[in-house]
């Protein structure tokens, strides 16, 4: 009997999309619907999709990603990062399946000077984090035969993210400012696809959370300098890059001012070391420019 589709959510944003083709490449029997027909605003919808199919397993991609808009619509935030995967969870539990949820570094408040890692201490400081720390403790509450896997700095050649945010501003302004005052660790969109595929394949009667990044850190400044590095590489042109601090920076949301995560536990688990950060970050840029 051939195997029931996994769920995927979130299709059409930097990891769902990911887990999607990978998933294909795979062989995998996958069913991705869209916002139009899995409304994670609405149990119903999420009910009614989730009933209309057979399922193995979901992997939940998608969320409110919007870190400052966040601060003001808190409740759609909270709905769609929290309400919707406590559904989730009660909906794979009562089917006996598996939840393989993506969470985020933005859980921490950032005071540790060392990486994170998994039982340390949760404490949001933004509306954003907050609203995914509830969708967590939600899925622990609820859900035994879960996966949490927190990743951080997502990029992608497509995606809504920093790698494109600075190409642009890049591209418009012969000064671009950017805070050096705020660490992680910036992960490929596809190396974290690969990550929550594993970990589908391979939970088996294991349950918990993991950190997942790429290898390395760096602030949002050095992030930003190896972009511009690579795209000069490329001969495109390129803006005097300058180091700022937070304070210089103002946004609605507050951000971690260090949000390293360590994967130790990920890599001694599922047997898999993530590249560093550079190599990831080198290979969206080939894929951006090709
Ligand atoms: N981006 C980052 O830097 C980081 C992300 N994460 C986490 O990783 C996961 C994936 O993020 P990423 O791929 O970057 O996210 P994106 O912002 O690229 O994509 C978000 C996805 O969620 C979908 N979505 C949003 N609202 C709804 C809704 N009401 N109903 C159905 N679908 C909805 C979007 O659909 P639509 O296209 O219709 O809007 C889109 O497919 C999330 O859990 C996020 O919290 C963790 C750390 C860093
Ligand atoms: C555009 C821009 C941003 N910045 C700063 C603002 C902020 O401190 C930092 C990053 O800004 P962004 O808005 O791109 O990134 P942000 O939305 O904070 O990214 C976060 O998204 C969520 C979804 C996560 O889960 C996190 O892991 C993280 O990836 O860069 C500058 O200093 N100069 C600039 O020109
Ligand atoms: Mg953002």
Known sequence: MPCAPILVTGVTGQVGGAVFRQAQQRGLNIWAPTRADLDLTSASSIKRAMSENALSAVINCAAYTAVDKAESEPELAAQINAEAPAILAAETRRRGIPLIH??????????????????????????????KQAGEAAIQATQPNHAIIRTAWVLSA????????????GAERAEVSVVADQFGCPTAADDIAHALLTVT?????????????NQGSA?????????????????????????I??????????????????????????????????????????????
């Open 102 to 131: 993506v969470s985020t570094d933005y859980v921490f408040d950032g005071e540790k000077s060392d990486p994170y890692i998994e039982s340390d201490f949760v404490n949001p400081i933004n509306v954003y984090g907050k609203t």
């Open 158 to 169: 497509s995606g809504a993210n920093f790698l494109n945010t600075m190409l642009r501003l």
């Open 201 to 213: 394949q391979n939970l088996r009667d294991r349950a918990g959370t993991w950190h997942f990044v």
């Open 219 to 243: 602030s949002w400044y050095e992030l930003a300098a190896f972009i511009f590095a690579e795209a000069s590489r490329r001969h495109l042109a390129t803006p005097q890059l300058r180091a």
């Open 245 to 290: 601090t937070h304070q210089e920076y103002p946004t609605p949301a507050r951000r971690p001012a260090n949000s390293q995560l360590s994967t130790a536990k990920f890599e001694k688990d599922f047997s898999s070391a993530p590249r560093t950060w550079q190599e990831a970050v080198s290979d969206v840029l080939q894929q951006r420019f090709s």
